[in-house]
């Protein structure tokens, strides 16, 4: 059980506390409600380029790494579709530091031209080097391009297009700072040795007085149930063929997604599982293959997707999916497989629990999603999926109509 205590600021800042006295480090972590969902089709790349920009400067604070390094911290963030995260690692006596760093970005950011141009060439260079110049690179574009028509998941967190970043102005830029990154759509957790007391006290100090913000409120587009097929073929400049193939399936507080994380556990969780045993082991024709979902908050997607040997044809590959699929549709998984894929499900959640700054960006990710205390009690749901669940699930998950398929072949071929 992960222990925590929790009070709101007056201007609806929610703090999360969690004192361990096994390490001399203290985690300062703030998640902002706000990811690429929430952006402008018109304007996208905006979370992701805010992350970037946070480093930038604040209104008092120059320059954000001197005194971090000066206490002995270190810092990073990270953007998804949902969620905008920054964490501070350092010596707990020096736990104010962060206080201080975080609060004078919150409170607002040092905007100006100079700043958003240097920011703006680094995060066009990201998207060349890892969207436009590296092979696949564009595999996830097009995928979620084909499976979403109307919700904002069809773009990447990176952004829809290079020009959205491009030409992004200061104003719009602004803009949604002060919507997204406030008090009352922010949730503040300190982790490891740290006291409770002691952590109320900074907090009314540095963010006590940070004006609240309007609580954001999401109208997001429902997508539409997927009824038919969808398909692409892509001919790029790659080493080797390439099959992708995803499917939709539930948010992520539907009692139906813990059912679905664990058919990828069957399917591709490690040396031991269906695909790799059947497709690279013993019929040889992908050098790689694995399952996986993003976890995304609202209802996003499942995918396989894997390299093909060279001189295997995409239909015979696609075809021994579909197999191994077939099973999983048609055949009950054992009772010891099952409870094989639930316990390393379970020691997975032990090792990340492991590390003060996991269980920190954890317990606000639960306050996101609207309770803490999951943290303490997803598990059992995980234990509670049955035999039949998995048999009736991968019916849904894997139904034609539900598909969206990417045949990306090297051009070479």
């Known amino acids: 059980m992960i222990q925590y205590d929790r009070f709101v600021l007056n201007n609806g800042l929610r703090v999360l506390v969690h004192e361990d006295n096994s390490t001399p480090m203290a985690v300062l972590n703030i998640m902002y409600d706000v990811g690429s969902r929430d952006e402008n089709p018109e304007q996208t790349g905006f979370a992701h380029l805010f992350e970037h920009l946070m480093f930038g400067g604040s209104i008092n604070i120059p320059v954000y790494d ?16 949902d969620i905008t995260n920054y964490y501070i690692q350092l010596p707990a006596d020096n736990l104010e530091t962060a206080f201080w ?20 060439k680094v995060v066009c260079e990201e998207f060349k080097e890892h969207y436009i110049n590296k092979p696949y690179g564009d595999v996830w574009f097009k995928l979620r391009e084909m499976a979403f028509k109307q919700h904002p998941y069809r773009w990447m967190t990176i952004g829809k297009e290079l020009s959205h970043i491009e030409n992004a102005q200061l104003q719009d830029v602004k803009n949604f700072f002060f919507k997204h990154y406030r ?49 692409m073929e892509v001919k790029a400049n790659v080493p080797l063929d390439a099959f992708y193939k ?37 019929k040889q024709l992908f050098s790689n293959i694995e399952c996986y979902h993003f976890g995304t908050t609202e209802a996003g997607l499942l995918a396989i997707e894997g390299k093909l040997v060279k001189g295997v044809q995409m239909e015979d590959a696609e075809k021994a999916v ?3 699929l077939k099973k999983i549709k048609q055949e009950k998984v054992s009772e010891d497989e099952l409870q094989k894929v639930k316990n390393k499900t379970e020691s997975m959640m032990a090792f990340e629990d492991m590390s003060v700054m996991n269980r920190a960006s954890s317990l606000a990710h639960y306050e996101l999603l609207g309770d803490a205390e999951l943290m303490n009690t997803e598990l059992s749901k995980f234990h509670a999926v049955t035999a039949e669940d998995i048999l009736n699930e991968s019916q ?8 969206n398929t990417l045949y990306y072949y090297a051009s070479g071929n």
């Open 101 to 120: 760093l975080e609060s004078d970005r919150m409170l607002s950011l040092a905007f100006d031209e100079k700043s958003l141009e240097v920011q703006r």
């Open 66 to 81: 001197e005194p971090l390094q000066m206490a002995g911290g270190e810092n990073n963030a990270y953007t998804s579709n």
């Open 246 to 282: 995803c499917w939709h399936i539930y948010s992520r507080l539907d009692e139906r997604y813990y059912i679905a994380d664990l058919i990828t556990e069957i399917l591709s969780g490690g040396g031991s599982s269906r695909l790799y045993q059947s497709l690279v082991k013993e």
């Open 322 to 324: 579909e197999e191994e």
């Open 183 to 231: 008090p009352v759509n922010a949730v503040l957790v300190v982790a490891g040795n740290v006291k409770t007391a002691l952590v109320k006290e900074l907090a009314e100090k540095w963010f006590g007085d940070i004006p609240s913000g309007e609580k954001y409120v999401r109208q997001l587009p429902v997508e539409p149930k997927q009824t038919e097929a969808r398909k």
């Open 396 to 403: 849904v998950i894997f139904d034609e109509a539900n598909s």
